[in-house]
């Protein structure tokens, strides 16, 4: 079973940046592939961003292409998502993922969350 542990969730003015991470209990074939979704009030979860296992290929949302970066460290079993110029719509809970697919939608392991709440 393989455990994950958000991080670094917090209030900041739009414009700010944070940067969230993800540490995984152990490294498995099942969760090589890491992302970030995250779910607003009265929404859906939605894909924002993920990374393959040897960090050289990586996708994003249109609503933060440009903004954010995910990145991975192997050694530490931890992934980050830095957030630049942050808007009052990125407001919301944010979940880390790992699955064995490179896809926007299938993860077998998902943490608990991390809120982000940017102020206008």
């Known amino acids: 079973q393989v455990q994950l542990v958000e991080s670094g969730g917090g209030l900041v003015q739009a414009g700010g940046s944070l940067r969230l991470s993800c540490a995984a209990s152990?490294?498995?074939?099942?969760?090589?592939?890491m992302a970030w979704f995250r779910q607003a009030p009265g929404k859906e979860r939605e894909f924002v961003a993920r990374?393959?296992?040897?960090?050289?290929?990586?996708d994003y949302a249109d609503s933060v292409k440009g903004r954010f970066t995910i990145a991975r460290d192997n050694a530490k079993n931890t992934v980050y998502l830095q957030m630049n110029s942050l808007k009052p719509e990125d407001t919301a809970v944010y979940f880390c993922?790992?699955?064995?697919?490179?896809?926007?939608?299938?993860?077998?392991?998902w943490g608990q969350g991390t809120q982000v709440t940017v102020s206008s």
């Open positions: 993922a790992a699955g064995s697919l490179f896809s926007r939608s299938h993860y077998t392991y």
């Open positions: 152990v490294r498995t074939s099942s969760s090589a592939v």
């Open positions: 990374i393959s296992w040897s960090g050289t290929n990586t």
